[in-house]
């Protein structure tokens, strides 16, 4: 009456945690399916926004190829307003020298103009103050007269000199002042061009900096969200590929001991699993993928972990000595999930072990490996 009793309340636990087993049964598919669905947009609006971004570095690229073919039009035409400053440069070096030539001239002749006036002022004064008495004939006037004449003409013609070399000083100097204002001119054309394109340059390039940036990190995020796809991908296919029928007669046995207590349903009282005994501490694991629904002490069968493995397939395993997973936990396919301790119908370290199907208990020898 008291085994009977026990496995009455491992049933009544399966029942009682029914409802909770097929809403999670229901959910987890649900739940990766809408997990998809999520990731998936996000690919595709990341998807977009790196096709955006991809036209715009195109676009970027375009504008960076007109501003080098305006550098290279601006190359040509500021290589021709070198070739022309070079000229003027020239014209500028020459005029420079012929400035210096006529300067020179100008000195000299400001020098024979000065020694004529210093020569003719001593006899012009004395001419003036003495006049004719001084002569002692006619003919020695007239040669005075004469000399004096020729002086003054020689001066007034020296004179014209240094004035017409003066206004030439003056033209290659206003010339000069005209080159000199040509060269700035070209000059700041040249550097205002070199300014515009380079400050043009630089923008489009720290544009498209940006922009590639921009479409690199979406880039990586997207393979992110790629691989994060193809996790839930893979794992909503080895939910739907893990089908607990497929394996009958290939699970793996829960620990490794003798049987000592068979499927009996139907005998008095009934046993709904099977007792295996065990050596001190052997380790107890799940014969199927799946996730911890109950981990706790029942009645009568010492601590119970019965695990949900989809499509209604649960597995109980009672009178361990300790647990090492937790509620909600999933497992793998032969993770440990604790050690066999007392177990009354070994008389010794064990277990008993369930199997069932819409909460009807199912024999655990057709579902298990051959025993060797």
């Known amino acids: ?23 999670f049964a229901q959910a987890q598919p649900a739940h990766l399916e809408k997990a998809l669905q999520t990731e ?76 004529l006036l210093e020569l003719l002022w001593p006899i012009n004064a004395q001419g003036m103050h003495e006049g004719a008495r001084l002569a002692d004939s006619w003919d020695t006037a007239d040669r005075r007269f004469q000399w004096n004449s020729a002086a003054y003409n020689r001066a007034r ?12 000083l003056a033209g290659v100097i206003a010339r000069q002042k005209e080159l000199e204002a040509q060269v700035d001119k070209q000059l700041t054309a040249i550097n205002a061009d070199k300014d515009t394109l380079l400050k043009d340059r630089l923008a489009v390039n720290a544009r498209m900096s940006q922009v590639t940036t921009q479409r690199r990190d ?30 009958k007669a290939s699970l793996p046995w829960p620990v490794a001991g003798k049987i000592v207590a068979t499927f009996a349903p139907d005998g008095k009282p009934a046993r709904r699993g099977i007792g295996i005994a065990t050596s001190d501490g052997a380790t107890v694991r799940s014969v199927f993928w799946g996730k911890v629904v109950h981990n706790d002490v029942l009645r009568g ?3 119970v972990v019965i695990l949900y493995h989809g499509g209604d397939y649960y597995s109980l395993y009672a009178y361990l000595s300790d647990v090492t997973v937790e509620a909600g936990q999933d497992v793998e396919k032969d993770e440990p999930l604790g050690h066999a301790g007392y177990y009354p119908e070994a008389h010794g370290n064990g277990l008993y072990f369930e199997l069932r199907f819409h909460q009807k208990p199912i024999n655990p020898q057709l579902w298990l490996m051959p025993a060797h």
Do not use: P, W
Not at 7 to 12: D, G, Y
Not at 72 to 79: K, L, N
Not at 224 to 246: E, H, M, P, W
């Open 1 to 23: 009456m008291m085994r009977k009793a026990l496995l009455t309340v491992a049933a009544c636990a399966l029942a009682l945690s029914a409802s909770v087993l097929v809403a």
């Open 40 to 115: 998936r947009q996000k690919a595709d609006e990341r998807k977009g926004a790196v096709q955006k971004l991809a036209e715009r570095e195109k676009a970027l690229a375009g504008k960076l190829g007109e501003i080098e073919k305006r550098m290279q039009a601006a190359e040509q035409r500021i290589g021709k307003q070198e070739e022309a400053l070079a000229v003027i440069r020239k014209e500028e070096a020459r005029f420079a020298e012929q400035y210096e030539a006529v300067r020179l001239k100008r000195e000299q002749s400001v020098r024979e103009l000065r020694k």
């Open 157 to 168: 013609a020296k004179l014209e000199e240094v004035r017409a070399q003066e206004r030439e």
């Open 218 to 247: 979406l880039e990586s995020e997207l393979q992110s969200i790629i691989k994060t796809i193809q996790q839930l991908n893979y794992q909503l296919v080895i939910q739907r590929s893990r089908k607990f029928d497929a394996f």
């Open 301 to 303: 069968l010492g601590k």
